[in-house]
């Protein structure tokens, strides 16, 4: 990636802020409690026609009783490595810190333009006192900056465009396809990613509630580019009691909705439970490619039929949909997880696909004739012509006489028909009637 800033720092000295100002919304979740974010959350912003991604990065610290604080360090670490121009930002409120200093060492070894960003400068009085962090040793000058409202950003960014040679992209992510992993907390969603990046992108633990922020990554196989989104896991709204995780399920339900594909994952040692309902429901309702997942699939005692009636178990329960791909899986031992990433590609493949009309009308109005609509109150409905809709989602118009008087089971049954024709695994069929 060309023109990147990172965003560095100890803990809650306002870095998600800083942020979202610079990409200009509320990715990040942001809170006064420390810690917040934990893993690499990357956007896209502007500045003087210069287009640029910005890395923003969990708190580093060392020697603390959080036991994300070694996974979290890593993150920044690779930030750091990614990044053109590092924003190291301190806090004018509390003054320079002992971790601001370790952190400091830290940044010393890199060759990179570093900018010392003093927040919380909301006055002048504020402003002034931000001149103590010239004792970290840096030559380039400090920035008393707001990231809350703004004040001073545009100083620092006439600055650290300077260091960018070319106009970058407005948006990298414009255009490719986004597959998102959503599931229940501690199902595997973030091994899963990690094991196809082939890299540790998003932090795991057997903590539930580990990630929080829905975490971006670029992601290429059988010769295309994908975007894959980790999500926090989701749980009944009833069990969310913290601000933190009301809007990591936000941002979850935000990537689902913003999703070509929905990858839903279960936990094959309990089975589909009512959240799970919730979220393939979820899926359905905006009419997304789908696909489930049984992961942990290594710690099931199998006999003869375990898998069929453990899937027969889970149509039986997701009934009355029916068109989801159900795989099993672990993450663990690698088993089927290309298989399912395989799957997902052709499901998203299945959404784009358009069917010639004249081969639709060859073969659905023959099925038709076979069976056609039961008359309704002695009037017979006759379906003339059928056409797909250029939609995104496949869509298809029948026209007939009286269509007004076809009934939903009617409709099931044409959506069979063009199932058993012409494939749509994975991808929901929406079906229209026309008056001609």
Not at 48 to 65: A, L, M, P, Q, R
Not at 155 to 184: C, Q, S
Not at 349 to 374: F, G, Q, W
Request: net charge neutral.
């Amino acid at each position: 990636m060309a023109n990147t800033i990172a965003i560095v720092g100890r803990p809650n000295v306002g870095k998600s802020t800083l942020f979202n100002r610079l990409v200009g919304e509320r990715k990040a979740i942001m809170d006064n409690e420390s810690g917040v974010t934990r893993d690499r959350h990357y956007g896209y912003g502007d500045w003087c026609e210069k287009f640029f991604t910005v890395i923003d990065t969990g708190g580093y610290v060392h020697g603390s009783e959080d036991i994300f604080e070694g996974e979290i360090r890593k993150q920044v670490e690779l930030a750091i490595k990614e990044a053109d121009v590092i924003l190291f930002m301190v806090d004018v409120d509390a003054g320079l810190t002992g971790l601001d200093q370790e952190f400091a060492d830290v940044l010393r070894r890199t060759d990179k333009p570093i900018y010392i960003v003093a927040n919380k400068a909301d006055t002048h009085a504020r402003g002034h006192m931000a001149g103590e962090f010239y004792a970290l040793g840096f030559e380039s000058e400090i920035f008393p900056i707001s990231s809350q409202n703004g004040s001073g950003t545009g100083e620092l960014l006439d600055e650290v465009v300077k260091h960018f040679k070319e106009e970058g992209i407005e948006n990298p992510d414009a255009g490719i396809p986004r597959i998102a992993v959503v599931g229940r907390p501690n199902v595997g969603k973030s091994s899963f990613v990690n094991l196809l990046l082939g890299e540790d992108r998003n932090i795991v633990t057997d903590i539930a509630g580990t990630t929080r922020d829905s975490i971006h990554s670029h992601y290429n196989a059988y010769g295309k580019e994908f975007i894959l989104v980790d999500t926090a896991g989701l749980r009944r709204k009833a069990k969310v009691h913290e601000d933190i995780e009301f809007y990591s399920v936000l941002r979850s339900i935000r990537a689902l909705e913003e999703s070509d594909v929905v990858v839903v994952m279960l936990d094959a040692t309990r089975g589909i439970e009512s959240q799970d309902l919730n979220i393939i429901g979820l899926a359905d309702k905006n009419r997304k490619g789908l696909i489930i997942l049984v992961n942990k699939w290594d710690l099931v005692e199998k006999e003869t039929n375990t898998m069929k009636m453990l899937e027969d178990a889970i149509r039986e329960r997701i009934a009355p949909i029916a068109y989801p791909p159900i795989l099993f899986i672990s993450v663990l031992t690698k088993q089927r997880v290309h298989k399912a990433m395989e799957k997902a590609i052709e499901v998203y493949e299945n959404k784009k696909t358009k069917i010639p009309t004249s081969k639709l009308n060859e073969v659905l109005l023959a099925e038709i004739e076979r069976y056609p609509p039961p008359a309704i109150k002695g009037k017979f409905i006759k379906i003339k012509y059928v056409t797909q809709l250029p939609t995104n989602t496949p869509t298809f118009a029948f026209f007939c006489n009286l269509p007004q008087y076809i009934k939903e089971q009617y409709s099931r049954w044409l959506e069979k028909r063009i199932r058993e024709n012409f494939g749509f695994e994975g991808v929901p069929v929406n079906i229209l009637y026309r008056k001609k």
